[in-house]
């Protein structure tokens, strides 16, 4: 019996070893899930702030795309004035294509950061139909010529069927902008 209490104390020694490693193991864990958990609520949130950041820019690009086709086709179209010369208005509407081109260019380098995919393809398609109508506009001849009736009110119809597939388009892209940042607006209120 002498030999009980000592295995007693051995135990006891050995068990509360075993406790405090499993403690410090289960604390360990513990604590290494709350910093992963940190650092995944730290990662959402920076990747939610470039988000509406890029959404904004992309938004604000794409009315300067428009303004500057709407600043080429007033270039263009506008009536000849006695005291501008042929070459001074072939001039301008080589700067104002040129900005459209360039508004463009800067729209097209940022839809691939776009991060939603819906989103995405809606704000192309718009960057597409906006594209093709100042490529249009730019190539088409502002000079008036007499054509038949049914030609004129023929291409009048097209262009205001062009013009309502852009602005569908347009406004399709302003609204999948305007419905992502509001979700992510909620998304970031609601944390």
Known sequence: MDGAPFWWVVVALLLGIASTHLSAFVDTRSKRAERHAIFREELVRRREEFELRHLVEVSQLLRVLR?????????????????????EVRRRNEAAFHEARNAEDALSAQVGFILDDRVRVLVLKAVHVISDRVGRVYLADPRPRFV?????????????????????????????????????YVRGAGT
């Open 148 to 184: 038949e009736m049914s030609r004129m009110a023929d291409e009048l119809g097209r262009q205001t069927a062009e013009f309502e597939e852009e602005s569908r388009a347009v406004e399709a892209a302003y609204e999948a902008i305007s419905a992502r940042v509001r979700d992510l």
């Open 67 to 87: 303004e500057r086709q709407n600043d080429l086709a007033v270039s263009k179209f506008q009536p000849l004035q006695p005291e501008v010369g042929e070459e």
